[in-house]
């Protein structure tokens, strides 16, 4: 038997047992080292998800570990190999797919929400999810290749490039890794975060950050830019307010990239798309070789991943862990301790 945490609603997480399931055909074990608190995480704590998610579901997606044992069929994966998870089940079969574009499926399974996911001691997963990595990558590190990818993907979807001005619209988890990613392909970054602990944080990361209530943000970027605006920016807050800023901020045929979560539709000014032919994309999630490109940046050591990481808990203090990103403050990434 193995460990899991299981949601149980009503902000109410139970850990106990579950069976370590063998790997069938065209599977991989991975036995968990760490597995990442997501900010999907907190919506399913919250039951903003239970139209998705089933009782007594195993959360968790953002994951490090090493490979146990190798299904039927399996190649190229080994037993003993660490290795992380690309949490897509896609059908195959529909028109996304068929257009090669699998990761936004018609269909698609996000592990860990629609699937059990890697909240447990050993996860069984499809081999074709399963990314071996470097032995010199430390597990802490390897368990932020997944939001790492998303940051990746954001960036790459832009067409960010060195010489560019970058705004991004949030400094959590997601935000700060896009500002990384971009500054190290050469553009200039301002991060905008309301919570003075999080601008704080991004500095640290090398970033510079500020709190648009303290500075006239369009006038910010005016200045920087002679008056001409950013290249892009990274709409990441999942607010109103985010959405209602991003449109202030491109300079003629800027690029706005819409990556945080919007619940319910935001007004968007799209005067002012129309009035400076800015472009509106969005990014959701990523393809694999984003995980490949987050895996070779992870494991050359050039961001300061480790700082990103708040605290570590047991899987018994999983709940913990939920509490304190909902409250905010000064934590950033949680990671949970599996193995």
Not at 42 to 62: C, F, N, T
Not at 91 to 114: N, T, V, W, Y
Not at 174 to 186: T, Y
Not at 221 to 236: S, Y
Request: net charge negative.
């Amino acid at each position: 038997m193995a460990r899991a945490a299981f949601y149980e609603r009503n902000a109410q997480i139970r850990v106990g047992e579950v069976e370590a399931l063998p790997p069938g055909p065209g599977e991989v074990q991975v036995k968990i080292a760490y597995a990442g608190i997501c900010g999907t995480d907190l919506h399913i704590y919250h039951g903003k998800m239970d139209w998705r998610v089933a009782e007594s579901q195993i959360m968790g997606h953002e994951i490090s570990g090493v490979v146990s044992a190798v299904g039927e069929g399996v190649t190229g994966i080994e037993v003993g190999q660490p290795a992380t998870v690309m949490p897509l089940d896609p059908c195959g079969e529909c028109p996304a797919c068929r257009a090669g574009h699998s990761h936004i499926c018609q269909r698609l399974k996000f592990m860990g929400i629609d699937t059990q996911g890697g909240f447990q001691s050993y996860w069984t997963v499809p081999a074709h999810t399963v990314l071996p990595l470097p032995a010199t990558l430390s597990m802490k590190r390897a368990a932020l290749i997944e939001p790492l990818a998303v940051a990746c993907h954001d960036v790459r979807l832009a067409g960010t490039k060195a010489g560019e001005f970058v705004v991004v619209l949030g400094g959590g988890p997601i935000g700060a890794l896009v500002g990384l990613v971009a500054q190290q392909e050469g553009a200039t970054v301002v991060v905008s975060e309301i919570n003075p602990r999080r601008v704080a944080i991004a500095r640290s990361l090398g970033l510079d950050a500020v709190d648009p209530r303290e500075v006239d943000l369009p006038a910010l970027v005016e200045e920087r830019t002679g008056d001409a605006g950013a290249d892009v920016v990274f709409e990441v807050t999942g607010s109103a307010a985010g959405a209602a800023m991003m449109t202030k901020l491109p300079r003629t045929r800027g690029r706005m990239v819409i990556v945080g979560i919007h619940g319910d539709p935001p007004p968007v000014d799209l005067f002012r798309v129309f009035w400076r032919e800015l472009q509106l994309r969005g990014a959701r999630v990523y393809e694999r070789e984003d995980f490949q490109r987050a895996i070779e940046v992870a494991a050359a050591g050039a961001l300061p991943l480790d700082q990103l990481i708040s605290r570590t808990y047991p899987l018994e203090q999983l709940e913990t862990g939920l509490k304190q990103l909902t409250e905010g403050g000064d934590v950033m990434k949680v990671l949970i301790a599996l193995s």
